[in-house]
């Protein structure tokens, strides 16, 4: 895919863009690109300029995580550590809709995607078939051993405190509905890194593959997207 692709029908919705400007004015701007949900749609479903504003958007999006450099991966362990306290059994999904969310993906009820393209389907199917590099975590949940329970409190037979966290947390906020940049921006970012997002098989093995000493790779893949939504705007 050439790396300009997803910029070229952007910049064509420009002038169409301008003159819905006086009406997208009644909309506060940091709304713009709230998720799509059927869950809790907008009181105006003004879906056309909605959908102009969130390209708008979308451009930015694609030039922050252009910029994003490989250095914020050194702060990356304590990002980490952070993020799985605050995403432990609490659905990511269900958090950006306002609704109840403390349940993981696995019981999720508000998904509307059911299938081989839904968030679940991706997650149990790549749960299945990933292999950690030895020494490279956690066995159990891919963290890194510094972190997960299993390995803090001495031995492999301990509770894995974070199972099931980094991969299905990927999964929901690559493959959610309304997660569309994010996985575009994400598929670029893999792309360059001699990773094909369409095939699976490379992306599982790639994920469970040695990053360092400490770590593999999906570390390094959830906190990657974990900073792009963060950027991008999401509940927390
Ligand atoms: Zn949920
Ligand atoms: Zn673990």
């Known amino acids: 895919m050439p790396a300009n692709s997803l910029l070229a029908p952007i910049a064509n919705t420009m002038p169409a863009n301008s003159l819905l400007a006086p009406t997208a004015n009644s909309m506060p701007r940091q709304?713009?690109?709230?998720?799509?949900?059927?869950?809790?749609r907008p009181l105006i479903p003004t879906y056309a300029i909605d959908q102009f504003q969130r390209l708008d958007r979308e451009r930015e999006?694609?030039?922050?995580?252009?910029?994003?450099?490989?250095?914020?991966?050194?702060?990356?362990?304590?990002?980490?550590?952070?993020q799985a306290q605050l995403w432990l059994g609490r659905c990511w999904f269900c958090t950006q809709r306002g609704l109840e969310d403390q349940h993981d993906l696995y019981e999720c009820r508000a998904q509307t995607q059911y299938g081989n393209e839904s968030p679940k389907g991706w997650w149990l199917r790549v749960r299945r078939q990933i292999k950690y590099a030895a020494f490279g975590g956690c066995y159990g949940c891919g963290m890194p051993q510094s972190i997960c329970s299993r390995f803090v409190?001495?031995?492999?037979?301990?509770?894995?405190?974070?199972?099931?966290?980094?991969?299905?947390g990927l999964a929901v906020m690559v493959y959610s509905e309304g997660s569309e940049v994010i996985k575009e921006a994400w598929a670029r970012r893999l792309e360059g890194l001699g990773v094909s997002i369409g095939n699976e098989s490379e992306l599982v093995r790639y994920l469970g593959s040695?990053?360092?000493?400490?770590?593999?790779?999906?570390?390094h893949e959830y906190i990657w997207v974990r900073r792009r939504w963060i950027e991008y705007g999401e509940r927390s």
């Open 153 to 168: 409190n001495a031995g492999s037979q301990g509770h894995c405190t974070y199972r099931g966290l980094l991969l299905s």
């Open 61 to 82: 999006v694609v030039r922050e995580v252009a910029q994003a450099g490989q250095q914020e991966i050194a702060t990356g362990v304590e990002f980490l550590q952070q």
């Open 210 to 219: 040695r990053h360092d000493g400490e770590t593999v790779k999906l570390v």
């Open 31 to 40: 709304l713009t690109h709230s998720l799509p949900t059927r869950v809790a």
